[in-house]
């Protein structure tokens, strides 16, 4: 009897502080993989990370994120050790500053970009263009080349093979409808939307001249183009640790379903979840 009490006891305690498996292995509800530390931007890095934290709790991980303003420190408390991992920066930033500092930072996977999009001015479709219309770009070399890569693949115009991500206005090889490109700063090209007859801008900027990228653009950049595989924002870990298990977790989460609907039905379009 004795010993019938002992295992009804145990069996109750059991199932208070947990589960057991169809094999009789005690798994702990409250089961502790281990802490996350992220380092990250606000905007909209952090957003999707704490979307993420309740998920990985489930998962038995306590993701702790820390917003930093800057784009310096991010990477140094991963490269210092302080913190497991970064999401705020494109891959060609995390190259620039591993030649610049000696670093040794890697990329960990892919979660979304930012997409560059045509925007109406006085015109509201491509088939509208004319002979010697005129469309604003950004002046900055980066966001100068991704405008006119979409250009491009829209059919605008046609780049000398292998402009690719470096293209200016003097890479142009065809132009058969004599479009004009007005390059100007990049805050400054909305503001001639009446002007011209479109605008190439990127989602943030697109938001604040009022245009919704989801139902105002008239193409913009997908997953699988030149710009958006490039310009992918990354987690980003210290070489060696691309397949921790607290990392693998969070990328997973990051790209789960859950996650892409969530990104889908809060940025309008200005972000776009990266599908590899």
Do not use: C
Not at 84 to 109: I, M, R, T, W
Not at 127 to 132: I, K, N, P, T
Not at 135 to 156: F, K, S, W
Not at 159 to 179: M, R
């Amino acid at each position: 009897m004795k010993n019938t009490k002992i295992i009804t006891v145990s069996l109750a305690a059991a199932l208070a502080i947990g589960a057991i498996t169809a094999n009789g292995v005690l798994v702990s509800a409250d089961a502790e993989k281990g802490t996350i530390k992220v380092a990250a931007s606000a905007t909209p890095h952090a957003e999707i990370l704490e979307e993420a934290k309740p998920i990985l709790e489930k998962e038995g991980w306590d993701l702790e994120v820390t917003v930093f303003d800057d784009y310096i420190m991010p990477n140094e408390v991963v490269e210092s050790g302080d913190m497991d991992a970064n999401y705020f920066q494109h891959l060609p930033y995390l190259e620039q500053y591993n030649e610049e500092k000696g670093s040794h930072l890697v990329n960990a996977g892919g979660i979304h970009y930012e997409p560059f999009g045509i925007y109406p001015g006085t015109k509201k479709s491509l088939d509208e263009l004319e002979d010697g219309d005129t469309i604003a770009v950004p002046n900055d070399t980066t966001n100068e080349a991704r405008a006119l890569l979409l250009l491009q693949d829209n059919g605008v115009i046609t780049l000398k093979d292998g402009a690719g991500l470096e293209a200016t206005v003097k890479d142009i090889e065809e132009n058969p409808k004599n479009i004009k490109i007005e390059e100007l700063e990049a805050a400054q090209v909305s503001r001639v939307k009446d002007e011209v007859a479109f605008v190439v801008l990127n989602g943030n900027y697109a938001l604040q001249a009022g245009y919704s990228v989801s139902k105002d653009s008239i193409a913009h950049e997908t997953s699988d183009s030149e710009a958006a595989k490039t310009y992918v924002n990354v987690i980003v870990v210290k070489e060696g640790n691309e397949n921790n298990e607290g990392v693998k977790a969070l990328v997973d989460v990051l790209k789960s379903d859950g996650i892409k609907d969530y990104i889908n039905s809060t940025y309008d379009g200005a972000v776009i979840p990266f599908e590899e």
